[in-house]
T-cell receptor, first 117, second 113 residues
Framework: GAVVSQHPSWVICKSGTSVKIECRSL??????MFWYRQFPKQSLMLMAT?????????EQGVEKDKFLINHASLTLSTLTVTSAHPEDSSFYIC?????????????FGPGTRLTVT | KQEVTQIPAALSVPEGENLVLNCSFT??????LQWFRQDPGKGLTSLLL?????REQTSGRLNASLDKSSGRSTLYIAASQPGDSATYLC????????????FGKGTTLSVSS
């Protein structure tokens, strides 16, 4: 099946700094990627839909100025957490469809654990 | 708005038991439904995907069924093993291909030896 990678797998940063997380589709082109956030013992919540070459679509309650999403190519989307605070500590997971294969299945990256101190 | 509910939230069984995990969704207009496994601190492993036109899918000891009209899916695990211990997530894709999955909160399974 299709492979999605994320980098870094974990990151610790100080409050007030910014962190960038990369999501790559390794063997397919993804016109759309999704970013999810998962708090401890909670389910995955969709944060935004990242569209190649256009602005991301954010879910209600997600601050677009705080969570900057860039999808500059068909294989790369980035999520930048700006001015991070401890409450942003979470597990961030990206996913993508392989639309050329029909878009039936959503493939997930391994996730990035963010800890803000 | 589509909502996905999983029952029970947690389940403990002895090794060898057959078990059923339940998933319900409020809007029957789904494109497909997917079951995932998540180990602590890890990402998602896709287990089974059922298209809206299908009734069930099987993979090894796992069988997932879908009753779209009633908004329900079940994941059946046969002859459970300690290695099956994990959180199982149900997710539905509303509408058409290309839309994001909506997840339930999961069922945390513990299988004791």
């Amino acid at each position: 099946g299709a492979v999605v990678s994320q980098h870094p797998s974990w990151v610790i940063c100080k409050s007030g700094t910014s962190v960038k997380i990369e999501c790559r589709s390794l063997d397919f082109q993804a016109t759309t990627m999704f970013w999810y956030r998962q708090f401890p013992k909670q389910s995955l919540m969709l944060m935004a839909t990242s569209n190649e070459g256009s602005k991301a679509t954010y879910e209600q309650g997600v601050e677009k100025d705080k969570f900057l999403i860039n999808h500059a190519s068909l294989t790369l989307s980035t999520l930048t957490v700006t001015s991070a605070h401890p409450e942003d500590s979470s597990f961030y997971i990206c996913s993508a469809h392989d639309l050329l294969a029909g878009g039936y299945e959503q493939y997930f990256g391994p996730g990035t654990r963010l800890t803000v101190t | 708005k589509q909502e996905v509910t999983q029952i029970p939230a947690a389940l403990s069984v002895p090794e060898g038991e057959n078990l059923v995990l339940n998933c319900s969704f409020t809007d029957s207009a789904i494109y497909n439904l997917q079951w995932f496994r998540q180990d602590p601190g890890k990402g998602l492993t896709s287990l089974l995907l059922i298209q809206s036109s299908q009734r069930e899918q099987t993979s090894g000891r796992l069988n997932a069924s879908l009753d779209k009209s009633s908004g329900r899916s079940t994941l059946y695990i046969a002859a459970s093993q300690p290695g099956d211990s994990a959180t199982y997530l149900c997710a539905v894709r509303p509408g058409q291909a290309g839309t994001a999955l909506i997840f339930g909160k999961g069922t945390t399974l513990s299988v004791s030896s």
